[in-house]
């Protein structure tokens, strides 16, 4: 073996002591930063916001220097890289904090027995309720997921159970893929532009609604059915198939129901998806202040669209509709946010039990 | 009930690859049939041929003849189904149906082909098929409890009852104990060993002493040479292919020195 | 059902209309559907404020049973005729019902009143001025002490009636300052764009000017405009006499009640920035409509209605000549 | 006992069998059709605007010179957008996957996708409310510095309902879907070349440039195409905090900005009546297209790297 | 440059589970010491003690002493980054970085220390390393082609070559052969071989013949029970281990009583 590289023994001087800096220091880094940020700025005069970033540029500058000089170069990079994941990880969930926190703040002051129980008939001049709205976005998301489950579901056991590897079943995974991308809206103008042909020039209805959002459903039911078929063990198809059950029924009553848990989770996450879809609803649903139960007659109001309605055009009582905006906003979080923790719920209440 | 098969110059394939060659055999009925071999030499592939199982895999086919009791399984007017209710199988994991009881495990043979059963004719078909496994004392209180709450040995006890409680005339197992610890091994052994009354039992292993202990008739399979198909080297006796079997490939497999 | 929709009925009309068009009628509407709904609790009146285009075009489609518009039928575009024939062969019906000032508004530290005339605020709005302290605003406000910061003028980026009542107003009294046709649509790119007029409302902050619907500036402060000699502010009470000295147009068929608006009138206490808005209906309906659409159109004309209007949305009661003539064309509506 | 023969003929496939397995492709291609469907549709309903004139273009006086001013300004938000959320999401990713500790990578992880489930509405109002008067002082200060830099020329808007802040709540909205795909990408990394890395004495950082950046490139690229997506066609959210007066101007802090087609459907199309709708659902078609392309693209980055694809 | 190693009253923790309790070993530098033992004893777990490869696993911690050449590595002061240059690992599953050249496979260790490496010096340091890792011949002429397209045994010699290449004192070899075929596993025996001349080697092996071959000491761990902790049961020169070891669990472990 010829010696080419440096000598052994400047190797094995290397010593695995380097020095390094205390466990705590980001945390001391951050003190002193956010300190010395908050006295310059409240010196300036500066706000919360330019003092928050200038303490961050602080902190990645100060901790990276403090490592270069008691550590080594590739100490302080890997520091560098450190804080700026955790810079850009508070950067990301400052606005949503502020959101959250605005919402509720001024959606609370909306909140009372009216709200939910009265719709806008005849209201003026104080506030109202947003119980036609709420039927409304109830009623034109549940026509969305009626359209939209049977086929997404049927689809999924299409491409996992029949088509497989077939090039159809390649098309439709790679533009059920692309169709998660449609932008709303268009869902909106098609939805619009079919009925407008189908039932005649500016037909406004909920169906419409459901049409259109279904667009926007039916991709990710397919997408999240799929994933849960797939991971069906195959060894449960084969132990049915060996127990001489035709494919369908197996897939009917072992595949689905084995199944069932994910899917249901699925459709929960997708409907949260789209129960805030506004720019269709504008388009094909319109608006009304009655409440309107009939998806096939009819405008419908939807919380979404009320709260675009009443926080843009409030009328003469700005206030109050504005309000009301910031309350509808809240409860169309709070629905939102009940249907992700059913969807964890639903799926732990379906999933497969193991009995222990 | 049981049948006997006979395998004549049996081609399996996958797509083109063809994984198992010119495979004769016959296999007696009432009796256990132990097939070895190397991993990759094709047990599972041509196990999987005795039920039509092998074709659900896309592209997965067969040339040569399976003949049960005479009638050729690969006939086009077979219904697979039909032959899969013929002939039961377990698998190497056991795989009960996580979304039902126990109870349902073992009818769901049944219930699924739409056998509109009494509650008392089911209760009977559950006890027989449960006894039949050696399962029914360690379950009888808990028929509704979730089949997948078992221990791994008691699941594919469970197994094997779903399967027989179809009434299949043959039943083939594919490596039943490897996911098993010792003594549901044996508990499986021992189920085996009643179980060749009834049924004709094909069964892969890859445990030598398994073969030794359970089977009467012994089939080796090997691979030629890498990438080339699997093929049966030899078939006869159990107790011959265990002292002198005919072979050196299957003496030299056998005395561990490959594989 | 919600709370406040009771089924108990108060009167023995029953059924359902339908209207659209005008958004700067949405908030009168209001008044006017729960001031007849509340009086017949069998009827429902929608109303879709989704622009005076769109309900014009809904109600020469027949989707709707009338139409609000901010602007009166146009012949050219042939609307008139379109009307017509919707009505089975019968001129359609056209009433102004709703009249509100349109106020100049603007935010400047400092200055609490301020005059302009039409030519300063289309230069403003056209660019052409944009400072504070310009010369041209300095001689409508002597001895107010105007800052040197920048003008930053705000309109609406949606369509709207007051945009085109706005920019009417600019080209035929701002002494050819204004070189843009009247239009629903804003002719420049220049500005702050805003939605609505709440979003206008929203945009006037520390230097901006813009011009809203005069109900709903609230606290911002407004600037009087120069009306002969004198400058007035907006109310209600100017755009009344404004609109009372504007003549109807006797080119219109009988029924058509449109008004050509004078913008340059000089009469004392005229506030000739304000918008005239229309409802449209026909002469004859279904049996089962035709009671309805009568009594809602002639509530919405009536004294009562027009104080509800006013004190809802802000707007200028019709003058009560125009109000008799309107009433009268509303009741000849009878059922087919 | 059944005979293993059933009846003559062929009774290959049962009739269960058939029914299911065509009601299943019949569904595969209702999502094909349906697909094609807003293609044609909206080309249908399209197509009358090739003739509209300038009162129903706003003045412009073709379909094109209508339409390209918004495809800038929807291209133009979209890639601000993705310019503050991509570095972002890489950074809220890694920290998911390979910074955090378990514990608090699941409760971050949720946060973000709560993220995701706030509707584009409530941004809006946010935007308009919070953040918009928020960013007044910064445009302010920008103007007054970097006003030679041709994006801060101002004069700033007083609103802050600029292109800029109406970007800034885009790449929220997108932010959730670039972390989402590329926190799987990163976890998915083989544990062995991590762990080579680690062996070979890299630092964390060493290692993750070594074996997760290289490994998740493509999943990084069509992640952010797939963000591009979602922020081409974002509507409410721009439609409420941006003031848009169609122009086009790269000055992204001023009151004078440029509307994206999203956005100037949902504010005009109540409004629009006649051939002007079909302009409006023409300039949709356009938005639908250019949506399509970079959704198909990033996919087609994706699968081909798919393991297990060629 | 080789080092030797002493463990003293080593306790490995994954969070609250004890995987590995009490483990006192001294390894001799320049030879090669063999860890054996049943599956899940903590072999691995053990090995990568001696780089602080496992305090990589999150929850993942040690208590006791482990010193190299005296030196303690789980001292407060220890970069583990520089105790992972001077004690390198190869893995059971071969792992190129896939997205690297073969050339730039063998110097990313290298790099990451010292980024101005002349183009001279890297390719004296590349052709170093593939010679002694035996993988020169067959590589030298496609250096620039991605470290993915060798075979599995020219992969791990690839692994193996990239480990050396920073010159660490000591190499850990976590089943380096249990993915390969027989030709390549002699390759990598062979090389073990040479290696041990400048390098202190710790070998895991599931192969008793390996073992045996490749290594001046072996270390038997085992489990005293299911649940319980692994331990070390018994250390001694290979020789004795395979002919009269000291343990009986060690007797029955080699001759293939168990595990
Ligand atoms: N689904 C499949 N598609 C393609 N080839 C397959 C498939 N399943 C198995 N093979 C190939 O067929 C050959 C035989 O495999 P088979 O599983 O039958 O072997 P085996 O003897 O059962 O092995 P083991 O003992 O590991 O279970 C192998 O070369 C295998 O790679
Ligand atoms: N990441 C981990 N987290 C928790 N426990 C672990 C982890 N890795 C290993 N263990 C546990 O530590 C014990 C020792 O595992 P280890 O992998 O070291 O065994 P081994 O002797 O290397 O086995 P094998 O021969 O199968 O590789 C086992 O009980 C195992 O389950
Ligand atoms: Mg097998
Ligand atoms: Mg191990």
New interface residues.
């Given amino acids: 073996?010829?010696?080419?590289?440096?000598a052994?023994?400047e190797?094995?001087a290397?010593?695995?002591?380097?020095?390094?800096l205390p466990q705590y220091a980001p945390l001391i880094a951050l003190v002193v930063a956010v300190a010395a940020s908050a006295l310059l700025g409240l010196t300036l005069g500066w706000?919360v916001?330019p003092i928050g970033i200038v303490a961050a540029i602080f902190y990645l500058i100060g901790l990276t220097t403090w490592s270069r000089i008691i550590e080594n170069a590739?100490?302080a990079?890997?520091r560098l890289?450190?804080s700026?994941?955790?810079?850009?990880?508070t950067?990301?969930?400052i606005?949503?904090v502020?959101?959250l926190w605005?919402?509720i703040d001024?959606g609370k002051g909306a909140l009372n027995g009216?709200f939910l129980?009265?719709?806008m008939?005849?209201?003026?001049?104080e506030p109202?309720?947003i119980?036609?709205a709420i039927m409304g976005t109830l009623l034109i998301t549940l026509a969305a997921a009626v359209i939209s489950v049977?086929?997404?579901?049927?689809?999924a056991?299409?491409?996992v159970?029949?088509?497989?590897?077939s090039q159809?079943?390649r098309?439709?995974r790679?533009?059920?893929?692309?169709?998660?991308?449609?932008?709303?809206?268009?869902?909106g103008?098609?939805a619009?532009?079919?009925f407008?042909?189908i039932v005649?020039?500016?037909t406004q209805f909920g169906i419409g609604g459901g049409v259109a959002l279904s667009?926007l459903m039916?991709?990710i039911v397919?997408r999240s059915s799929e994933e849960m078929l797939k991971l069906v063990?195959a060894?449960?198809?084969?132990?049915?198939?060996?127990?001489?059950?035709?494919?369908?029924?197996?897939?009917?009553?072992?595949v689905i129901?084995?199944a069932?848990a994910g899917i249901i989770t699925g459709v929960t996450l997708a409907i949260?998806?789209v129960?805030?879809?506004?720019?269709p609803l504008?388009?094909i649903c319109?608006?009304?202040?009655?409440?309107n139960l009939n998806l096939f007659h009819?405008?419908m109001a939807s919380l979404?669209v009320f709260?675009?309605g009443s926080?843009?055009?409030?009328?003469?009582n700005?206030e109050i509709l504005k309000q009301m905006?910031?309350g509808a906003?809240l409860i169309?979080?709070l629905i939102?946010?009940a249907l992700?923790i059913l969807a964890r719920v639903l799926g732990k209440l379906f999933s497969?039990?193991?009995?222990? | 009930m049981a049948k006997s098969i006979d395998v004549s110059d049996l081609n399996i394939y996958y797509g083109d690859f063809l994984a198992v060659e010119g495979v004769n055999m016959t296999i007696t009925a009432r009796s256990v049939t132990a097939l070895i071999g190397p991993s990759g030499c094709g047990k599972s592939t041509f196990l999987r041929t005795l039920n039509r199982m092998h074709e659900v895999i896309p592209g997965a086919r067969v040339e040569g003849k399976v003949l049960v009791d005479g009638q050729s399984l690969y006939d086009s007017a077979v219904d697979p189904v039909e032959v899969r209710r013929m002939v039961g199988m377990v698998f190497q994991r056991p795989n009960p149906f996580p979304t039902m009881s126990i109870y349902e495990n073992v009818l769901a043979g049944l219930r699924l082909n739409n056998k509109k059963l009494s509650k008392s004719d089911a209760d009977a078909v559950v006890e027989k098929a449960l006894r039949g496994a050696n399962l029914w004392n360690e379950v009888k209180d808990r028929l509704t409890k979730p089949g997948m709450g078992l221990s791994g040995g008691q699941q594919q006890r469970l197994c094997i009852a779903r399967a027989i409680a179809v009434e299949p005339q043959i039943l083939l197992m594919d490596e039943p104990c490897s996911a098993l610890d010792p003594i549901s091994t044996s508990a499986i052994e021992d189920l085996i060993h009643e179980l060749k009354e009834q049924y004709t039992i094909v069964i892969v292993t890859h445990n030598m002493q398994q073969a030794a202990r359970v089977s009467e008739d012994t089939a080796f399979f090997n691979l030629a040479g890498a990438g080339k198909p699997g093929r049966l080297v030899e078939m006869n006796p159990t107790k011959k292919i265990f002292s002198v079997p005919d072979e050196e490939a299957t003496e030299a497999y056998i005395s561990g020195r490959f594989g | 059902g919600a709370g406040n929709e009771s089924d108990g009925s108060g009167s023995s009309l029953k059924g359902t209309i339908a209207g659209a068009g005008s958004s700067a009628q949405d908030s009168a509407m209001k008044a006017w559907r729960a001031g007849y709904q509340t009086d017949n609790s069998g009827v429902t009146v929608n109303y879709n404020p989704s622009g005076s285009g769109a309900g014009v075009e809904q109600f020469v489609d027949g989707a709707i049973d009338f139409a609000a518009s901010d602007s009166a039928l146009d012949a050219e575009k042939g609307e008139i005729d379109a009307a017509k024939s919707r009505c089975g062969g019968e001129n359609a019906l056209e009433v102004p019902s709703y009249v509100s000032p349109i106020a100049v508004v603007y935010s400047l530290d400092g200055v609490d009143k301020l005059n302009l005339s039409a030519s300063t605020i289309a230069k403003i709005f056209d660019g052409k001025i944009t400072k504070w302290n310009d010369a041209a605003i300095a001689i409508d406000n002597p001895g107010v002490d105007l800052p040197g910061s920048t003008i930053t003028p705000v309109h609406r980026s949606d369509e709207s009636g007051t945009t085109k009542n706005f920019t009417d107003y600019l080209s035929k009294a701002a002494d050819g300052a204004w070189k843009y046709p009247s239009d629903k649509v804003w002719p420049l790119k220049s500005g702050e764009a805003a939605n609505g007029t709440s979003g206008v409302i929203a945009a006037i902050k520390s230097g901006s000017i813009g011009y809203a619907d005069e109900s709903q500036v609230g606290d911002l402060t407004v600037a009087s405009i120069k009306v002969g000699d004198a400058y007035v502010a907006p109310s209600a009470e100017g755009a009344a006499k404004a609109l009372e000295v504007s003549p109807t147009d006797d080119t219109r068929a009988e029924g058509d009640l449109a008004i050509k608006v004078d913008r340059t009138t000089t009469e004392a206490g005229a506030y000739p920035l304000f918008l005239a808005s229309y409802v449209i209906a026909c002469p004859t309906y279904d049996k089962a409509k035709a009671d309805i659409v009568k009594g809602f159109l002639s509530y919405v004309v009536s004294t009562d209605g027009q104080a509800a209007a006013a004190s809802n949305a802000g707007s200028a009661p019709l003058p009560a000549a125009l109000q008799t003539k309107a009433a009268s064309i509303i009741n000849t509506i009878a059922a087919k | 006992m059944s005979t293993v023969t059933t009846g003559t003929g062929s009774p290959k496939r049962r009739l269960g069998d058939l029914v299911f397995a065509n009601l299943t492709r019949a569904a595969g291609l209702t999502i094909l059709i349906a697909l094609a469907g807003v293609g044609i549709f909206l080309t249908v309903e399209g197509i009358p605007a090739f003739g509209a004139g300038p009162d129903d273009l706003k003045g412009h006086s073709n379909l094109l010179t209508y339409v390209a001013p918004l495809v800038f300004g929807t291209l133009l938000a979209a890639v601000i957008a993705l310019l503050i959320a991509v570095p972002l999401a890489l950074g809220v990713a890694l920290s998911i996957s390979h910074y955090a500790p378990r514990r608090i990578a699941a409760g971050v992880g949720y946060l973000v996708d709560l993220l995701a489930a706030v509707p584009s509405v409530v941004y809006g109002l946010w935007g308009i409310a919070v953040l918009g008067p928020k960013l007044v002082p910064v445009y302010k200060w920008l103007a007054s510095h970097f006003d030679w830099i041709p994006f801060f020329a101002g004069p700033a808007s007083n609103t802050g309902r600029t292109i800029f802040t109406a970007s800034i709540v885009l790449a929220l909205m997108v932010l959730p879907i670039v972390t989402a795909i590329t926190r799987e990408i990163f976890a998915q990394t083989p544990r062995l070349n991590e762990e080579a890395a680690l062996a070979l004495g890299a630092t964390r950082w060493e290692m993750i440039r070594l074996a997760v950046l290289p490994y998740g490139r493509s999943g990084i690229v069509s992640a952010a195409m797939l963000g591009l997506g979602r922020a081409l066609g974002e509507t409410m959210a721009v439609a409420m905090v941006l003031s848009a007066s169609g122009v086009v101007t790269w000055n992204l802090i001023s009151a004078t900005n440029p509307s994206t087609i999203a956005a100037n459907i949902a504010l005009t199309f109540a409004d629009a009546t006649g051939t002007a709708r079909n302009a409006l659902i023409a300039s949709g078609l356009v938005l639908f297209l250019i949506t399509f392309v970079v959704n198909f693209s990033a996919r087609a980055i994706v699968s081909r790297y798919e393991p297990g694809s060629k």
């Fill in positions: 073996m010829t010696d080419l590289a440096p052994p023994t190797r094995a290397r010593s695995i002591k380097n020095p390094r706000g916001i590739r100490a990079t890997d890289v450190t700026l994941v955790w810079v850009s990880l950067i990301a969930l606005p949503l502020s959101l605005k919402v001024e009216k129980t009265y719709s008939r005849n209201v003026i001049g109202g309720g119980y036609h049977p086929i997404g579901l049927l689809a056991v299409y491409l159970e029949y088509g497989a590897h159809l079943a098309w439709i790679f533009l059920v893929d692309v169709m998660t991308g449609i932008p709303s809206i268009v869902a103008l098609f619009y532009a079919l407008s042909l005649g020039p500016g667009i039916i991709p397919v063990p060894d449960l198809r084969e132990a049915s198939y060996a127990l001489g059950v035709p494919k369908w029924k197996t897939i009917l009553k072992v129901p084995t069932m949260a998806r129960i805030g879809e506004t720019a504008l388009i319109g608006a009304t202040d009655s409440v009819g405008q979404p709260i675009y926080y843009t055009q409030p009328g003469s700005p905006a910031w906003a169309l979080i939102v946010m992700n497969p039990k193991t009995g222990h």
